[in-house]
């Protein structure tokens, strides 16, 4: 398949439209649906719809695609091992790949020391375990977690996202013992990024010491950058001071890697920036390679302090997405996605700064690797969120034929999360797609 744009009928076009009218009248209206176009097929970067258009991925299913879709590596690899066989349960008769998904994690994960991992299906049940896990080595109850954070949808995770809306509008009551601490967020501090980091830590230790007590905090948890709260990269320093805070009080630091991880940022891990060594790791996302698989490692000694018995699940590394993981992570090992990650970076971070000279509409320009947004506001020094702009703008890429994602806590952030073996034309198509949006946008 072409690497290419290519749009044959006006979006979405007429079958897309009439499997929209089928979604309607069978799926939940509580799930939500972007960019209405049905999906047939995809290569690569792009994805080809059910008329036959052509829309190059800025999102890789909420980062997943790294690899690219139908990666042929990862499709030799489930094919293989779909017709070896899809199940047993690894708690009822073991399998080779389970283990060798969690040597590799145990091998690619910041730190030396020594490592155990376990598998799951999804990042919420990851974040999940890694509480758990946490509070069985320490025998506290209290998970600290920040302001903007998002580390998913069931009950537990519910209570460590910040967002009420829509993740936990009409849900709780939620779970207890979550406290919630200031992010050092650079762009909305309000003294300014300079000091953003210190003020920011001052905050965070004094809340728990008042509020928590030292004693009784089990886990600290936070996204080396943010992602649903809006790409948010904390201040320069700031992980490495809670990460040191949580060694000298005996606290789990918990790094959420599930959105950061596996090359995205431009090293495999979005804590190795900061020189942060977490505790525990949780994973997901492009870990699988489009398939579901999670994981959470950690030193080993947290890792093996619940009971036996105590972590599994019947699916979780199920045998088909640990075939899927390790021919995934073998092609960013091979094909140097770290590397590519930042050089796809360094194009779009050019053409953004490019239009953030155009546009004063664009308040910020951040990310790291190919984990870039821009954030909007009301041009008036206010920073004001401009949310309907991003809706506007996101709205304007999908009718070209360019799949955008918006985020952040007031939902005015467009972030870019392409495959990571995107084509250097696909990416300037996509950012010139982009100029035009936002020029119609802003009319
Ligand atoms: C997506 C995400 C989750 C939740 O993962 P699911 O697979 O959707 O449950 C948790 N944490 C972070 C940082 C995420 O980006």
Redesign the pocket.
């Given at each position: 398949m072409k690497q290419e744009r290519r749009l044959v009928t006006e979006l979405p076009g007429p079958a897309s439209r009439a499997l929209a009218a089928r979604r309607k009248a069978a799926v939940s209206g509580a799930v939500s649906v972007g960019n209405e176009v049905y999906i047939e097929r995809g290569e690569g970067a792009i994805l080809v719809d059910a008329d036959g258009n052509q829309h190059i991925d800025f999102g890789a299913g909420?980062?997943v695609a790294s690899v690219g879709h139908a990666a042929p590596a990862v499709v030799a690899a489930v094919a293989e091992q779909a017709a070896r066989f899809e199940h047993t349960c690894f708690m009822v008769t073991p399998y080779d790949g389970y283990v060798e998904v969690c040597e590799q994690l145990n091998r690619l994960t910041p730190g030396d020391h020594a490592k155990r991992t376990a598998l799951f299906n999804?990042?919420?049940?990851?974040?999940e375990n890694a509480v758990k896990v946490a509070r069985a080595y320490t025998g506290r109850k209290a998970v600290v977690a920040f302001d903007h954070a998002?580390?998913?949808?069931?009950n537990m995770?519910m209570a460590l996202t910040a967002k009420v809306q829509p993740y936990k509008d009409g849900f709780g009551p939620f779970a207890p013992e979550v406290y919630r601490v200031p992010m050092a967020y650079p762009y909305r501090w309000p003294t300014g990024p300079e000091r953003c980091a210190e003020e920011a830590f001052a905050e965070f230790a004094s809340r728990v010491h008042v509020q928590v007590g030292e004693q009784h905090v089990a886990a600290v948890i936070v996204?080396p950058i943010q992602?649903?709260g809006g790409f948010i990269v904390p201040a320069p320093g700031f992980l490495k001071m809670v990460a040191d805070w949580c060694t000298e009080h005996g606290v789990v630091f918990i790094a959420?890697?599930?959105?950061?991880g596996f090359c995205r940022t431009g090293d495999w891990f979005a804590s190795s920036h900061e020189g942060v060594v977490p505790d525990v790791v949780?994973t997901?996302?492009a870990l699988g390679g489009g398939m579901?698989l999670?994981a959470v490692t950690g030193r080993a000694e947290i890792m093996d302090a619940p009971v036996v018995g105590g972590l599994g699940g019947t699916y979780g590394g199920n045998p088909v997405s640990c075939a899927a993981a390790l021919a995934a992570i073998s092609t960013m090992e091979s094909e140097d996605l770290a590397g590519r990650a930042l050089r796809v970076g360094e194009q779009v971070t050019a053409r953004l700064a490019t239009l953030a000279q155009v546009y004063p509409q664009i308040g910020e320009v951040r990310g790291r690797g190919a984990m870039l947004a821009m954030e909007l506001v009301v041009p008036d020094g206010s920073k004001r969120p401009d949310a309907a702009l991003a809706k506007a703008v996101v709205a304007g890429c999908a009718r070209r034929g360019v799949v955008m994602l918006s985020c952040g806590t007031y939902g005015n952030v467009i972030r870019m999360l392409p495959p990571l073996v995107i084509e250097a034309s696909l990416v300037e198509d996509a950012m010139d797609v982009l100029g035009e949006a936002l020029a119609e946008a802003l009319g």
């Open positions: 909420i980062a999804s990042g919420a049940e990851a974040v998002y580390h998913g949808r069931t995770t996204e992602g649903e959420d890697e599930v959105q950061t949780t997901a996302k579901p999670a």
